[in-house]
């Protein structure tokens, strides 16, 4: 959509990624939950925090990069 668009533009948006991996129960319908918990499922956040890490390192190190 344009709003989104301009939204990136004035920002200066240098990346967007998803990181799987957290889940809370409102994250699901009642029924969802149900069989979320009895297939085991487990709510919390288990995300890779290293690949968070790295990802944020590497638009820290473009940033620092496109300033000289």
Known sequence: PDA????RTLAEVRDHR???GSIAPGD?????RVVFGLMG???GDARDW???DAWAEGIGRDITQ???
């Open 18 to 20: 998803f990181f799987a």
């Open 50 to 52: 290293r690949d968070v």
């Open 41 to 43: 499922g487990r709510y």
């Open 4 to 7: 989104i668009q301009k939204l």
């Open 28 to 32: 699901w319908p009642g029924v969802g």
């Open 66 to 68: 496109s300033r000289r």
